[in-house]
């Protein structure tokens, strides 16, 4: 798999994992979490450009996922 594609994935969960926290928090940074949702949205673009099926990326990004579990 191409690296490019696998680091856009792991910055796609590294955002998701912000957000959560950011989320989780009692009082969310509004200002934080519209700037992190962004960021995720831009990368998840990006990935779509590389794969227009959205089922073959899911099927990537679990592919790049299992792999990082493993490595």
Known sequence: M?????????????LNRE???????????????????????AIKDRLFRHFPDAAEMRRVARVALRSARHA
């Open 19 to 41: 957000i959560r926290r950011e989320v989780a928090r009692r009082f969310p940074d509004q200002l934080r979490l519209a700037r992190l949702k962004k960021e995720r949205l």
């Open 2 to 14: 191409n690296e490019l594609i696998q680091r856009l994935i792991a910055a796609h969960r590294i």
